[in-house]
């Protein structure tokens, strides 16, 4: 064989190798890249009894986690934009070791001592208060991952969350679930500044009528806000306001607190 027909016959065996691995990659069910074939509890788990609920707070979706629409096992799904005021009731499962340290949906590690949970449409990461229907126990979970795909089950929780609920005996338990949204630091400066309710704040409430006319005045000039004496049941309350906007309101309240007024609080706000 000449050194040209050599190089032939290597190529074409290589680029054979080739196709052959990726057939057999995209042939692969996803459950191959796990070291176990079934999922199970840990076999010597830590004390979660102590693990604390998910704290909720703001976070950005992510974009690996939040594609619109998604298939698995022939079924579409499309994930909602956005968890607020999502409730939904149905039958809880939890998944454990097979999926311990493995990437979750999201991009994050699965940790099945944390607080987490898996959901087919909700975006990711959101937050859920899930409550176990037979027994009234509650917990809060992260909802980083997707799943479970079976029927009739609307959430996946970490091993964690399941013992919290009281549920790892049973396998499945029939839930009710709803989201806590925290709105971006953004979308709640924009409210703030499109509200335009009147606020009052209450600084003081003294039977001296004369100490408390006189902080009027002084008050009133320090922080160029009108100050009203209010009398009810042989009380004088010094009033500050009207404020046209909570977030002005709210930034005065906390500077007359700092100055020596910790007393005082925001008065519900009157309709214009």
């Known amino acids: 064989m000449t050194l040209k027909n050599s190089l032939v016959a290597i190529g074409t065996v290589s680029l054979m190798t080739l196709l052959s691995a990726c057939s057999s990659s995209s042939s692969t069910s996803q459950d191959d890249r796990y070291q176990m074939k079934n999922d199970r509890a840990p076999k010597s788990a830590p004390d979660v009894s102590k693990v604390e609920d998910a704290h909720p707070k703001y976070e950005p979706y992510s974009r690996q986690g939040n594609k619109r629409t998604y298939t698995v ?6 994930v909602m934009p956005s968890a607020k005021d999502f409730s939904q009731s149905g039958y809880a499962s939890w998944y454990g070791s097979k999926f311990h340290g493995h990437l979750t949906s999201n991009g994050e590690t699965y940790d099945m001592y944390s ?18 229907e037979a027994n009234n126990k509650q917990v809060i979970v992260r909802v980083n991952d997707r799943g479970p795909f079976h029927e009739g089950r609307i959430i ?37 500044l499109k509200d335009d309710s009147i606020h009052i704040i209450q600084v003081v409430a003294s039977k001296d009528q004369v100490r408390i006319n006189v902080l009027a005045k002084e008050l009133e000039a320090k922080y160029q806000v009108p100050a009203t004496v209010e009398s009810a049941n042989g009380f004088y309350r010094l009033l500050l306001g009207p404020i046209g906007q909570s977030y002005l309101a709210n930034k005065l309240l906390l500077q007359i607190k700092q100055d020596g007024y910790p007393q005082s609080y925001l008065r519900k706000p009157k309709a214009k």
């Open 73 to 78: 096992r022939g079924k579409s799904y499309t």
């Open 115 to 132: 607080m987490s949970a898996a959901h087919k449409t909700l975006p990711l990461p959101s937050y859920v208060k899930v409550t176990n």
């Open 156 to 192: 996946d929780l970490s091993y964690a969350a399941a013992y919290k609920l009281d549920m790892l005996g049973s396998g499945t338990a029939k839930v009710n679930i709803e989201t806590i949204h925290i709105e971006s630091p953004e979308s709640m400066a924009l409210d703030e």
